[in-house]
């Protein structure tokens, strides 16, 4: 079974510029989430879908960053303009109901 | 080798003992807790995980305890590998909250 796909793995942009970032799940799994994780330190949570539904992005930094889910199937995270204090490792993860959480490899982004 | 979780976040043990890796958690009502393997450049991996109403719950080579009366957490990974090492993250959950990771330790194993 394939686990939580995320691309790119590596994006470096200038700062003020946009980026996106990709998330598919793992087949079945109806929740999904988009982690942010600073070196060093545990994931913190972005925002977290329910099929179609945010049902909680109370941390997601709403002037610039973006997030949508469509289909209820795969993702996509959306910073712009993207600023130094952004880079980070944007991390994907998903879960059948409340169970456990299964994490994609990230992106490593790198605002110069 | 014990850690004491976010106070001692580095911890060695040599090839073939058995490790243990402590967090103390922070909700009293938290009902969930997982225990993360993160290796190098990789996403969080899950361990293993335990619901509030056990204290025990083991898995192939690795034993998680949960203390609930002094919110503490602790994995035990028994005759370590050098594929063990890796930072560990334990994470709390309430009820439908979010997951809470804790800082994390990073576990070496000596060859």
């Known amino acids: 079974e394939a686990g939580v796909v995320q691309s790119p793995r590596y994006k470096i942009i200038e700062k003020k510029q946009p980026v996106a970032f990709w998330c598919n799940p793992i087949s079945g799994h109806n929740t999904l989430y988009w982690y942010l994780q600073n070196l060093g330190q545990g994931p913190e949570l972005l925002i977290r879908?329910?099929?179609?539904?945010?049902?909680?992005d109370s941390q997601l930094p709403k002037d610039r960053f973006s997030a949508e889910r469509l289909k209820g199937v795969d993702s996509t995270l959306k910073i712009q303009p993207a600023e130094l204090g952004d880079s980070a490792v944007y991390l994907c993860?998903?879960?059948?109901?409340?169970?456990?959480?299964?994490f994609g490899p990230g992106t490593r982004l790198t605002v110069l | 080798g014990e850690s004491v979780g976010l106070h001692l976040p580095t911890l060695s043990v040599q090839e073939g003992d058995n490790s243990i890796i402590n967090c103390a958690y922070s909700?009293?009502?938290?009902?969930?807790f997982i225990w993360y393997k993160q290796e190098s450049g990789k996403g969080p991996q899950f361990i293993i995980d335990?619901?509030?109403?056990?204290d025990k719950r083991q898995g192939q080579r690795v034993t998680v305890l949960l203390n609930k009366t002094v919110k503490h957490l602790s994995l035990q990974i028994a005759a370590t590998q050098p594929g063990d090492s890796a930072v560990y993250f334990c994470a709390e959950k309430f009820g439908n909250e979010k997951l809470t990771f804790g800082t994390g330790t990073r576990l070496t194993i000596i060859p």
């Open positions: 909700n009293s009502a938290s009902d969930y």
């Open positions: 879908y329910e099929n179609e539904e945010a049902v909680d």
């Open positions: 335990i619901r509030s109403n056990m």
């Open positions: 993860a998903s879960s059948l109901d409340r169970a456990a959480q299964y």
